[in-house]
């Protein structure tokens, strides 16, 4: 079991930057890849970003490449999602995510194993 905790949303304005932390606990924690998904209101959770176990790969949705970075502190099992340029469409419940390394870093919502209960970021114009 993985244990996931969101934290660092809030409501910034336009242009703001913002960071998220993803504070991951459980025996196997180390063998999982870490993800960042959001979902906003009427639409379908989507990927955001993901990075792999030893922090060596990322990936990113072409919608945030270039504004936002993921990457992880392995000695305090804890990922971050440092979000800048911040636009009012990227205004969104962000969900932390689990997906055992074996597999290979995914963007898909059914490949990841753990969720975490998420945190409301809200960018206003």
């Known amino acids: 079991q993985v244990q996931l905790v969101e934290s660092g949303g809030g409501l910034v304005q336009a242009g703001d930057s913002l960071r998220l932390s993803c504070a991951a606990a459980?025996?196997?924690?180390?063998?999982?890849?870490l993800g960042w998904f959001r979902q906003a209101p009427g639409k379908e959770r989507e990927f955001v970003a993901a990075i792999t176990h030893r922090g060596s790969n990322t990936s990113y949705a072409d919608s945030v490449k270039g504004r936002f970075t993921i990457s992880g502190d392995n000695a305090k099992n804890t990922v971050y999602l440092q979000m800048t340029s911040l636009k009012p469409e990227d205004t969104a419940v962000y969900y932390c995510?689990?997906?055992?390394?074996?597999?290979?870093?995914?963007?898909?919502?059914?490949?990841?194993?753990?969720w975490g209960q998420g945190t409301q970021v809200t960018v206003s114009s």
């Open positions: 995510a689990a997906v055992f390394a074996l597999s290979a870093l995914s963007m898909r919502v059914q490949d990841y194993d753990f």
């Open positions: 459980g025996r196997t924690v180390k063998n999982y890849h």
